[in-house]
């Protein structure tokens, strides 16, 4: 038995990224472009509840100085719905980003199995029913689809997610993010 396949035969999952690795080498900005929406609309979300924060704060601050906490409120507010739209805008290029990746890599991926399926012998054409090899190919497409939506739409946003949420907990509440927490700081926030 090979160290690149299963007991029964099928690729392991190093080949099918080494697989989808090599197509996205064919297009480096279109992933680059993609990568970079998609963490430019993340790190949009993972602001939000800090400047939500803020306006509550603001509004909190009424009995004091009515000015200055709305002023404050204001300008968390619009730092809100700017972060909101951000959000929106890359998330769409991203989407649409995917499609175009998605479609250039289907269609490649069908071009070079049929080519392969058309260099194989008469005799092998003629002991095989070409509608299991069409479905085999569509179902490789499909597969290659999923791979890259469940890659870049949501294994990189859960990253990026975790760790940037985790720098902007080590940054706003360092006690959070230092690996050996102070006894004295843990107990008095009991």
Same mark, same amino acid.
């Given at each position: 038995?090979?160290?690149?396949? @299963? ?12 697989? @989808? ?6 297009? !480096? ?5 993609? &990568? ?12 939000? !509840? ?7 704060? &603001?509004?909190? /601050? ?13 300008? &968390? ?24 990746? @998605? ?42 689809? /999923?791979?890259?939506? @469940? ?22 509440? !360092? ?5 050996? !927490? ?9």
């Amino acid at each position: 038995m090979s160290t690149y396949r @299963t007991h029964n035969g099928t690729r392991t999952f190093h080949d099918v990224l080494g697989f @989808t690795w090599r197509h996205w080498q064919r297009q !480096p900005w279109l992933i680059a472009g993609i &990568a970079v929406a998609m963490i430019g609309a993340v790190i949009t979300d993972v602001l939000m !509840p800090v400047f939500a924060g803020r306006l509550v704060d &603001a509004v909190g /601050l009424l009995d004091a100085d009515r000015e200055a906490a709305r002023q404050t409120a204001l300008a &968390a507010l619009a730092a809100i719905l700017a972060l909101g739209v951000a959000m929106i805008v890359l998330r769409y290029l991203c989407f649409r980003g995917i499609i175009r990746l @998605t479609l250039r890599i289907m269609a490649e991926i069908a071009q070079e199995a049929f080519w392969r399926v058309q260099r194989f012998s008469t005799e092998w054409h003629a002991n095989t029913f070409g509608g299991s090899v069409v479905r085999r190919i569509t179902r490789g497409m499909w597969a290659m689809d /999923l791979l890259n939506d @469940t890659l870049l739409v949501a294994l990189l946003p859960s990253v990026v997610v975790l760790l940037s949420t985790t720098v902007l907990l080590g940054l706003r509440w !360092p006690a959070m993010g230092s690996s050996r !927490p102070d006894r004295r700081h843990f107990w008095a926030c009991r």
